[in-house]
């Protein structure tokens, strides 16, 4: 089993509804996303799936969420724009459009801060 995983950058705000705290005032991140995909095996040329194409994917998506405010964009309009709920949408999107029978989305993590993130899985 191979693991191939990329790692990129967005920048947002967000608040949390019904948080206790200061959190649930509008505040922003400079976010980090890690997506790792496993791959039984390897294509003709030795690859798992293509970095450069991995990461393409990703950014498109992010791009959604890149210097807005997450709590206006859907589906993070209804629900909470947490880190979870992030990487849980994120990762069903790429699970989505990855050609399954190469290769599959294995984790994504979603870090607000360097020391602070979450991550979903299946």
Known sequence: MYEVYITTRFSAAHQ????????????????????TVEAEELDEIGVGIDFVELKKRVD???????????????????????AENIARWLFQQLEASI?????????????????????YFE
């Open 60 to 82: 498109d998506y992010l791009s959604k969420l890149d210097y807005q405010n997450i709590n206006e964009v859907p589906p993070f309009d209804t629900q909470n724009p947490s």
């Open 16 to 35: 949390l509804r019904g948080y206790d705290g200061q959190y649930e005032n509008l505040h922003g991140h400079n976010w980090t996303a890690s997506v």
């Open 99 to 119: 050609d399954k029978q190469h290769a599959r989305v294995k984790r994504v993590e979603v870090y607000e801060t360097p020391e602070s993130g979450a991550a």
